[in-house]
């Protein structure tokens, strides 16, 4: 459909709690997704990166996540649970914004139930990159950014010094 705008960080709008995507509203979803998907892709051409995007980032305050590694997934009210206590740390990037990296401590371990494009009910056991992934792309739904969980004030790097870290 369409390449939309990435809010950017400092945008107040990223700081909101996304409502609930109820059944009535899945055709406008399914457009939604669409950019999603379209935007990503045009993200990842000019960055390199990119692997899901939440639709807060578009300016859809719906509690929606696009994931594209393989093949496309649509997490509809995803609820992340069971997480373990065994952490990771690690460098994270966020498409609001591309040019830093920010090291947080994530679950190593959890679980993602959601409702699928049909609102039918899903979930997965996630480890690992696909755990800090969706745990990352959950807290935008939540207005919570990267920046928020840094380990330290020292937890900060421009990409361009990630051959340094």
Request: proline share 4%; aromatic share 6%; glycine share 4%.
């Amino acid at each position: 459909m369409a390449v939309r705008e990435i809010l950017r960080l400092g945008n107040p709008a990223l700081y909101e709690v996304c409502e609930e995507v109820v059944p009535g509203e899945l055709d406008h979803m399914r457009s939604i997704v669409v950019d999603l998907h379209d935007t990503m892709m045009d993200f990842r051409e000019k960055y390199g990166f990119g692997k899901a995007i939440a639709a807060p980032q578009i300016g859809v305050k719906k509690r929606l996540v696009y994931m594209h590694i393989d093949e496309p997934a649509v997490f509809i009210n995803p609820i992340l649970s069971s997480k373990c206590g065994d952490m990771m740390e690690l460098w994270d990037n966020c498409m609001s914004f591309p040019e830093l990296l920010v090291r947080v401590k994530r679950h190593r371990r959890c679980r993602i139930e959601y409702r699928d494009i049909d609102f039918k009910k899903e979930s997965m056991e996630l480890t690992d990159e696909l755990s800090e992934l969706l745990q990352h792309e959950c807290d935008h739904l939540d207005g919570v950014l990267a920046v928020m969980r840094a380990i330290d004030e020292r937890s900060f790097a421009l990409v361009t010094e990630k051959s340094r870290l």
